[in-house]
């Protein structure tokens, strides 16, 4: 009988062992996972990994203005503030999940008073004290514990993803303002400029033959315009601004801020290797710690398969002892019980299936996250390059533009072959093209600020 239960113990312990594997990172292919779009093989050839994501926020966004406003939204906002919280509710759940694996002490002191046929009363008191021990044989509390620490790791992960967005969120809102702000100006530059036009239109009216009022009503119609273009400029600059006050955890306010050509931005826009932006993104890594809980969780249903070793013990002192005065009494006992599930209608099998379910969908959830990110850092790259290309074909566009209106208009002042249509779309155009330069240049900024969020965020 020795041997067989000897026997018996090492089949139970051998096939447990697989119980208290570690996770390992499954295999992901993460070749061609961004793409280049100035490479003929339409795949990012890089070695640098010094990504800009890896750079802190304060080296990408130098505007001491946007600093400011960064450092009140870490400090502020809603958000944050819940997912610092999440993380200290995990942490908690963490020490639980340690403390599990020391035995459990209750005492619960009892006294009685008894009195029988008017006799003196006599007290009994008993001061017992119990214990329950736990031996984690196969992993059940082992498992338990390591899933809760991936939990708590995914937690941090989301509240640096929850600093990346916040951070990210606010330098996107500022440069919007800014933009707006050079377009306001641009409108009031060319609000004067119509204006003189319009003014000049009906002198010649006045004093010229060959003018009629059709000419001063296009053009004042043409001033109108480039007024109703500035009022929803201005429009959009205070919803903007209220935008930013929220993501700030503030009442909406004016914002403080620099101007658009003062500016900087990175020289070098390095991604990094694709096993890097595994690591950088908060995103996918805590999708892969939820990988790694469930791989735990699976653990943890096996070892339900297996008997539990429960190590009990009870202690007490006492005074109810006969004939000896007050005589203090140590009374003990200890049970070892191995209990085996059985039967538990089918319960057991359908918790290892479900987490082995939750596990696939988890590993489904991580993959497509890279290929997320993958084509966030694609798209950004595209953008940047795209939004580059541009401003450098527009702001030669506007400086053309701009001595076509000075040409113009001399022509008009000087000869009757230049009409006022061409002076009133030869300035319509310069203010199409300085708005599309300075969208150009927004443009390439987000690229920026969406380039340091998609490769991770950068250190805090």
């Known amino acids: 009988m020795k041997n067989t239960l000897l026997y018996i113990a090492a089949i139970l312990l051998l096939s447990g062992c697989g119980l208290y594997k570690s996770y390992e990172r499954p ?202 273009q500035k009022v929803d400029m201005l429009r959009q600059i205070s919803t903007v601004e209220n935008s930013l006050s929220l993501l700030m955890g503030q ?58 070793l429960t190590i009990s013990g009870t202690g007490a002192f006492t005074n109810n002892a006969g004939a000896i005065v007050n005589p203090g009494k140590i009374l003990l006992n200890a049970v070892a019980g191995l209990v085996q599930p059985i039967f538990q209608h089918g319960q057991i099998v359908a918790g290892l299936k479900v987490a082995k379910y939750q596990y696939e969908q988890a590993y489904n959830t991580w993959q497509s996250s890279i290929f997320k990110a993958g084509s966030e850092v694609s798209n950004a790259l595209v953008e940047y390059n795209s939004a580059d290309a541009k401003g450098k074909l527009d702001g030669k566009q506007v400086e053309v533009l701009r001595q076509n209106v000075v040409d113009t208009r001399r022509l008009m002042e000087s000869s009757s072959n230049t009409t006022y249509l061409e002076v009133i779309q030869a300035q319509t155009s310069l203010l199409n093209a300085e708005i599309a330069k300075t969208t150009d240049d927004f443009n390439k900024m987000q690229a920026v600020v969406n380039l340091y969020q998609a490769l991770g965020g950068g250190a805090y």
Request: net charge neutral.
């Open 27 to 228: 295999e992901v292919d993460t070749s061609g996972l961004v793409r280049d779009p100035h490479s003929a093989t339409d795949t990012l050839a890089v070695t640098d990994t010094a990504s800009i994501g890896r750079l802190p926020w304060r080296t990408v966004f130098t505007d001491p203005q946007l600093q400011v406003l960064i450092d009140t939204a870490l400090a502020n906002n809603p958000d944050l503030l819940n997912a610092a919280l999440n993380v200290k509710i995990v942490e908690q759940s963490l020490k639980v999940a340690r403390l599990s694996f020391l035995p459990s002490v209750a005492l619960t002191p009892q006294g009685t008073v008894s009195s029988f046929g008017g006799s003196k009363a006599s007290w009994t008191y008993s001061v017992p004290i119990t214990a329950s021990w736990n031996v984690d044989i196969f992993g059940n509390l082992l498992n338990q514990k390591r899933s809760t620490q991936m939990q708590l790791l995914a937690a941090e992960d989301y509240q640096v993803a929850v600093k990346t967005n916040i951070v990210s969120g606010i330098a996107n809102l500022y440069y919007t303002l800014l933009m707006l702000d050079r377009q306001v100006e641009i409108l009031t530059e060319m609000e004067q400029l119509t204006k003189e036009t319009w003014e000049k239109m009906k002198f010649l009216k006045d004093n010229r033959v060959g003018y009629r009022s059709t000419a001063v009503q296009s053009a004042e119609a043409a001033y109108y315009n480039v007024q109703s």
């Open 251 to 308: 009442q909406a306010h004016g914002i403080k801020r620099g101007k658009l050509a003062d500016q900087y931005l990175p020289a070098s826009l390095a991604v990094g290797v694709p096993m890097a932006l595994l690591r950088n993104r908060a995103d996918v890594h805590a999708n892969e710690m939820q990988l790694a809980q469930c791989f735990y969780n699976i653990n943890q249903a096996r070892s339900r398969f297996y008997p539990q």
